[in-house]
C-alpha cells in the first residue's frame, strides 16, 4: 500500500525515471541503488521536512540502505577477519539472515569501541527499524477523539474537528524529528564504517562471535 500509494504521489514520469534507474542498475550492488534512493528522498525531505510522505521515503529508503550497507560490510569482514576462507564462508551461511541488530551485536564483541557510543548507535538503528515496521504494518495508536458530537454540525464543532493532534506516527515522520532521523541515518552508515573496518583480532573460532 505504501509503494502504490508512493507511485500514485509520485505520477508516471517519475515511475518510469525510477525503473528506468532500476534497469540501468541492475548489475550494481544493492546499497549503491538504495544510495541514490535514500539521497533523493533526504534531498525532497529538507525542502519539504512536513510532508509526511516524505518522511514515510526517508524511513523506508534509509533502513533499506542501512541494511544493504550492513550486510556487505558484514561479509566483506567475516572474509577479511576470519583466517580461513571455508570457516569464514560458513559464518556467513550460518548468520546471513539474521536481523541486522544480531549481526552487530556479534561484530561488536570483537570491537575495541567504547559500549556507550555502541549502545547509543544501536538504540537509533532499532528506533528507525521499529518505525519502519510501523509503516509496513499500519501500526498506529489510536487518537481519542473527547467531546465530539459528529452530528453537530456547527462552527464550533468544525473548530475542534480542526484541532483534534495528528496521531502519534504521523508527528514522527514530520518537522524537526524526521530531520533528526536523517541524521540519525547519517551517522549509523558512519558508524557502519568504523566498526566494519577497524583492526581487530583475528577471529578464530565461533565462540569469538557468540555472546558468552
Same mark, same amino acid.
Given at each position: 500500500?505504501?509503494?502504490?500509494?508512493?507511485?500514485?504521489?509520485?505520477g508516471?514520469?517519475?515511475?518510469y525515471?525510477?525503473?528506468?534507474?532500476?534497469?540501468?542498475?541492475?548489475n550494481?550492488?544493492?546499497?549503491k541503488?538504495?544510495?541514490r534512493?535514500?539521497?533523493?528522498?533526504?534531498?525532497?525531505?529538507?525542502?519539504?521536512?512536513?510532508?509526511?510522505d516524505?518522511?514515510?521515503?526517508?524511513?523506508?529508503?534509509?533502513?533499506f540502505?542501512?541494511e544493504?550497507?550492513?550486510?556487505?560490510?558484514?561479509k566483506?569482514?567475516?572474509?577479511?577477519?576470519?583466517?580461513?576462507?571455508?570457516?569464514?564462508?560458513?559464518?556467513?551461511?550460518?548468520?546471513?539472515?539474521l536481523?541486522?541488530?544480531?549481526k552487530l551485536?556479534?561484530?561488536?564483541?570483537i570491537?575495541?569501541?567504547?559500549?556507550?557510543?555502541?549502545?547509543?548507535?544501536?538504540? +537509533?538503528? @532499532?528506533? =528507525?527499524y !521499529? &518505525?519502519?515496521?510501523?509503516?509496513a504494518?499500519?501500526k498506529?495508536s489510536?487518537t481519542?477523539l473527547?467531546?465530539?458530537?459528529?452530528n453537530?454540525a456547527?462552527?464550533e464543532?468544525?473548530?475542534?474537528?480542526?484541532?483534534?493532534p495528528?496521531p502519534e506516527?504521523?508527528?514522527r515522520?514530520?518537522?524537526?524529528?524526521l530531520?533528526?532521523?536523517?541524521s540519525?541515518?547519517?551517522?549509523?552508515?558512519?558508524?557502519?564504517?568504523?566498526?566494519?573496518?577497524i583492526q581487530?583480532? +583475528?577471529? @578464530?573460532? =565461533?565462540? !569469538? &562471535?557468540?555472546?558468552?
Amino acid at each position: 500500500m505504501i509503494w502504490m500509494r508512493s507511485y500514485e504521489k509520485w505520477g508516471t514520469q517519475t515511475r518510469y525515471r525510477f525503473w528506468r534507474n532500476q534497469g540501468a542498475s541492475i548489475n550494481a550492488s544493492l546499497d549503491k541503488v538504495y544510495e541514490r534512493m535514500f539521497k533523493r528522498a533526504k534531498r525532497i525531505a529538507k525542502r519539504s521536512p512536513d510532508n509526511v510522505d516524505n518522511g514515510i521515503q526517508v524511513i523506508v529508503f534509509g533502513v533499506f540502505l542501512l541494511e544493504a550497507v550492513c550486510n556487505d560490510l558484514y561479509k566483506g569482514f567475516l572474509s577479511r577477519e576470519i583466517a580461513d576462507e571455508e570457516f569464514a564462508n560458513a559464518i556467513w551461511d550460518m548468520t546471513k539472515r539474521l536481523a541486522i541488530l544480531e549481526k552487530l551485536k556479534a561484530v561488536s564483541r570483537i570491537a575495541p569501541l567504547n559500549k556507550t557510543a555502541i549502545d547509543e548507535q544501536m538504540n +537509533k538503528l @532499532k528506533n =528507525l527499524y !521499529d &518505525l519502519r515496521g510501523r509503516l509496513a504494518h499500519f501500526k498506529d495508536s489510536d487518537t481519542p477523539l473527547t467531546g465530539i458530537d459528529f452530528n453537530d454540525a456547527s462552527e464550533e464543532m468544525l473548530e475542534k474537528l480542526l484541532k483534534i493532534p495528528d496521531p502519534e506516527l504521523m508527528k514522527r515522520l514530520t518537522g524537526q524529528q524526521l530531520l533528526d532521523y536523517i541524521s540519525d541515518i547519517d551517522g549509523i552508515l558512519k558508524w557502519f564504517d568504523q566498526i566494519f573496518r577497524i583492526q581487530r583480532k +583475528k577471529v @578464530k573460532s =565461533l565462540e !569469538d &562471535l557468540v555472546e558468552s
